[in-house]
């Protein structure tokens, strides 16, 4: 008979998708994972396999969780513009979390692991689709509305602005000021028009 868990694994999960966010898969031990949540080594490789295994679940948690938010306030009401700077206003503050300013998962992982690891690089591309796509509806209905040029390429500004949510992260990630950060933000909404 097999024993019950004796520790909860979306608590499990969500601490240690903070610390990859944080670290990264390769400065994150396993005993920081355990350390982090409170699980012992064999309860986190036998609920997710290996370290490995929980690092692309706290990838789905992510998409999940930060970017179900992100697409949620792309959804929100108001002038297309309005809308994305809200989206991105929102989105920088959640790049910013205990652990300081931790970036994007996603394009933390592009650069770290994506290159090596075609797991994570199918989450990776998956996700910058997701916000393309979320981008693109959003572009198309504000043309459709009047808001935006109708010359307006919305599948390349679409593709541009999922990028620009991987720049913002790098941007806070690397040191940048928030000064910084907006700047950029505001060169990338120039282009919405």
Known sequence: MARPK???????????????????????SIRDLVER????YYGLYGEFESKHGLFLAAL????????TELLRALRGPGPVREVIAKAFDQLL???KTGDGNVGCLMCNTAIEL??????????????????QQAFHRLLTEGKAAGELDETAD??????????????????LRSGASD???????ETALSLVR
Do not use: C
């Open 6 to 28: 004796e520790f909860d694994p979306q608590e499990a999960l969500q601490k240690a998708m903070g610390l990859f966010w944080a670290k990264g898969y390769h400065d994150t």
């Open 37 to 40: 949540t409170g699980v012992n």
């Open 60 to 67: 789905d948690l992510y998409r999940d969780t930060i970017t």
């Open 93 to 95: 503050d959640m790049m």
């Open 114 to 131: 994506a290159p090596y690891d075609a797991d994570s690089a199918a989450k990776v591309r998956a996700h910058r689709a997701q916000l």
């Open 154 to 171: 919305a599948d390349a500004l679409a593709a541009f602005l999922a990028t620009t949510a991987y720049s913002l992260g790098l941007l």
């Open 179 to 185: 000064a910084e950060a907006k700047g950029h933000l």
